[in-house]
């Protein structure tokens, strides 16, 4: 499984089972937040098919929504909204330990740095939504 | 033991993070809930002229190719955890390959509008 | 009067007759204020003299008990009797290391790698001592000061499934301890710990699972030291890119 290490005679060497995430509550959150990158990826492709059938023209464009009004992706496209916001949780929470600002000599302390992403986060989202939805 | 190169992939896993983080949620629920189920309508001229400005077509770019690098990086080593460790060197040329194709596409999508 | 009792379930492994670890069940009384420790110290004191496990200062500051407590990385003279019962606890040898014998395990991996990352103070030319002190003011010692508290009880490396699953990863103690100096304004040996991070088994390896700054007694937080490392890994791989002639760090 790994870069094999010459083994010494008489010690027991412990074997890492596929299912160790499985074992503490931090592992599995750990698996969902890496599984975001996924459903986030589908949903780009979802996305990138959409804006290939505005190109292509109305009757396309309709085709595709239309598609996606099924149940099948009404139902995917919330389970990725989900997973979308956990790795925007997720991510901002890390953010603060990652990078550490410093204004001359004090550092900023992580929490402002967080509330900061996450206030950013909403007026960009308020904005592409006006800009998208609302603006003619 | 080698001066990795990893940091490429890292600087594009994060970047592509960042964007994901800001952007993803909002257009889901625009393109994914609001259009299909018909809470707004967005009507084909209206985005066939935004699609036509450049600005946003570097935007579209961004908002599609660079997330795609960071699930590469992210599921590449998701695999690795899964125990395939021995493997990660196809693992690696799968996943950013997969990335690179799907950038590729995008640049064309977009450009051909 | 019967005395209350809770149950050890201890690994015992015997190199050279045994195969595979098994497991032993004891019965030790139950004292309100006393820690895993003092159960596995009474066993081997009055039921088992052959149990044989690492231990020390007893109060959290050497590092030497660390052991799996119910499947958690613990310094068992920090976990306390109380938290566990009625239910019985399970003694287990720190994880992902080779087994030596019961509940000792090999520590020569860390070791080398902890010599690795040169853990000391590397500087061009030494100060002399008549010239005073190095001088540092509280906002230098904070830089640096969290990642100092490291008492190397690798509680992380059980908590890290990557060392689990690639053991040739450097570690968050040895990444933690090697950041500790880089941080430190004393320190001018950056460029000889770089190559050790930087490589592709040092802090690349690490996917944030976070686990080691969980288990840590400490409160080192090495995971974010290693996500630190990374971000100075990542300029300083960017800037040899845009100036591949190289100039002087």
């Keep these: 499984m790994s870069d094999a290490r010459p083994q010494r005679p008489g010690l027991y060497y412990p074997k890492m089972r596929t299912t160790w995430w499985l074992s503490r509550p931090g592992y599995v959150r750990f698996m969902i937040r890496e599984a975001t990158s996924v459903f986030i990826a589908i949903f780009l492709i979802e996305f990138l098919v959409l804006v290939h059938a505005v190109a292509q023209g109305p009757d396309a464009y309709a085709a595709v929504v239309g598609r996606l009004a099924s149940p099948g992706w009404i139902v995917f496209n919330v389970v990725a909204l989900l997973f979308a916001l956990y790795h925007t949780v997720t991510w901002f929470l890390l953010t603060g330990v990652v990078q550490v600002v410093r204004i001359g000599d004090q550092q900023v302390p992580p929490a402002l740095i967080v509330a900061g992403a996450f206030g950013a986060w909403v007026v960009v989202s308020l904005f592409l939504l006006y800009w998208i939805v609302v603006r003619s | 033991m080698a001066r990795s190169n990893e940091p490429f992939w890292w600087i594009l896993f994060s970047v592509g993070g960042v964007v994901a983080a800001f952007l993803v949620p909002v257009h889901i629920v625009i393109f994914g809930l609001a259009v299909p189920l018909g809470w707004v309508s967005l009507s084909h001229a209206k985005l066939l002229a935004l699609l036509g400005q450049p600005l946003v077509k570097v935007y579209l770019f961004v908002l599609i190719a660079l997330p795609l690098f960071h699930w590469a990086h992210r599921f590449r080593f998701l695999l690795e955890d899964l125990g395939l460790y021995g493997l990660r060197t196809p693992l690696a040329v799968l996943c950013y390959g997969s990335a690179i194709a799907g950038t590729v596409a995008t640049l064309w999508v977009l450009i051909h509008v | ?249």
């Design chain 3, 1 to 249: 009067m019967s005395e209350e009792t809770i149950t050890l379930e201890v690994t015992r492994y015997r190199p050279g007759h045994d195969t595979e670890p098994r497991t032993e069940s004891f019965s030790v009384p139950y004292r309100k204020d006393w820690v895993v420790l003092d159960a596995l110290n009474h066993i081997k004191d009055r039921v088992d003299g052959s149990l044989t496990y690492r231990w020390s200062c007893r109060m959290g500051v050497c590092g030497s008990c660390g052991m799996m407590v119910n499947g958690v990385p613990k310094l068992t003279c920090s976990a306390f009797l109380r938290d566990y019962h009625p239910g019985s606890i399970r003694v287990e040898p720190l994880a992902n290391f080779p087994v030596i014998r019961d509940l000792v395990v090999d520590l020569d991996d860390f070791m080398e790698k902890l010599r690795r990352v040169k853990p000391w103070l590397i500087r061009e030319t030494e100060k002399p001592v008549s010239e005073g002190e190095y001088r540092q003011t509280p906002a230098q010692l904070e830089a640096f000061k969290q990642f100092s508290m490291c008492i190397n009880c690798m509680l992380c490396y059980a908590a890290c499934p990557v060392y689990g699953l690639a053991p040739a990863f450097v570690g968050p103690a040895a990444i933690a301890l090697a950041h500790r100096y880089n941080m430190d304004s004393r320190d001018e040996g950056y460029r000889f710990r770089e190559p050790v991070l930087n490589d592709s088994v040092g802090v690349w390896d690490c996917t944030f699972v976070g686990e080691c700054s969980v288990v840590c007694p400490k409160h080192v937080d090495p995971a974010a030291a290693i996500q630190r490392s990374k971000v100075a890994g990542a300029k300083d791989w960017a800037m040899s890119m845009l100036m591949p002639w190289g100039g002087k760090k």
